[in-house]
């Protein structure tokens, strides 16, 4: 069970293609986001869809595929942990950021990577 207590899955699509970076201390990073769908039938029985947003970032080699695979709209599925992180603006405010951490990734309606 000691697994279990901070694992995300997700299946959803890419709302933009990733944004890569390498860090000051040589470590490509890529995030981007992707969307999930929900539906249901309301009271009046009509269908109803809520999309939720999911921040995502990927380390090495992870990163590496998704800087040449992953491209807007794509499917994707995405095992990892929620990370908290916070950052303090120019102004000194806060703000809060939850993203999932990938630790597996699996392209769905996977393409021919980027040429």
Known sequence: MY??????????NLGANPEVKNTVNG??????SIAT??????????????TQWHNVIA?????????????????VAVEGKLVHREVIGKEG???R?????VN???MLNARHGKS
């Open 97 to 101: 950021y939850t993203e999932v951490q």
């Open 27 to 32: 470590k490509k990073m890529a995030r981007f």
């Open 93 to 95: 405010s806060k703000k």
């Open 3 to 12: 697994a279990l207590r901070n694992k995300v899955q997700l299946i959803g």
């Open 37 to 50: 769908d929900e539906s249901y039938r309301n009271a009046n029985g009509e269908k109803v869809t809520e």
């Open 104 to 106: 597996e990734m699996l």
């Open 59 to 75: 380390w090495g080699k992870l990163a590496d595929i998704a800087e040449r695979y992953l491209t807007k709209g794509l499917e």
